[in-house]
């Protein structure tokens, strides 16, 4: 079974930065797609970033790119997100999610459905 907690979340003026982890369970934590997904109190979850089992490869939503950076530690069981320019609108439980049907899988999700497993969420919050 694989576990996933994140930390790393926290209260930030806006321009600020902060370094999401998630750290997982697991033996095989290096054969998976690795996501972070972000949800607003009455807002749907929003897809953040990804990166494939080996890092060489990362997608970012548009609201975030130039900002945001994902990375992974595969020896470690750890993946990262760090958090440049921060913006009051950046407020949000930030989770991170694992999908474990697909090993080694080179294609980038962004949908929270294609992924099997989820932590328990950090907060981060940008004041103004």
């Known amino acids: 079974q694989v576990q996933l907690v994140e930390s790393g979340g926290g209260l930030v003026q806006a321009g600020g930065s902060l370094r999401l982890s998630c750290a997982a369970s697991g033996r095989t934590f290096s054969s998976y797609t690795m996501g972070w997904f972000r949800q607003t109190p009455g807002k749907e979850r929003e897809f953040v970033a990804a990166i494939i089992w080996s890092g060489g490869s990362t997608y970012y939503a548009d609201s975030v790119k130039g900002r945001f950076t994902i990375s992974r530690d595969n020896a470690k069981n750890t993946v990262y997100l760090q958090i440049n320019s921060l913006k009051p609108e950046d407020t949000a439980v930030y989770y991170c999610?694992?999908?474990?049907?697909?090993?080694?899988?080179?294609?980038?999700?962004?949908?929270?459905?294609?992924?099997?497993?989820w932590g328990q969420g950090t907060q981060v919050t940008v004041s103004s």
């Open positions: 999610a694992a999908d474990t049907s697909r090993a080694y899988s080179r294609s980038i999700y962004h949908r929270g459905d294609e992924y099997t497993h």
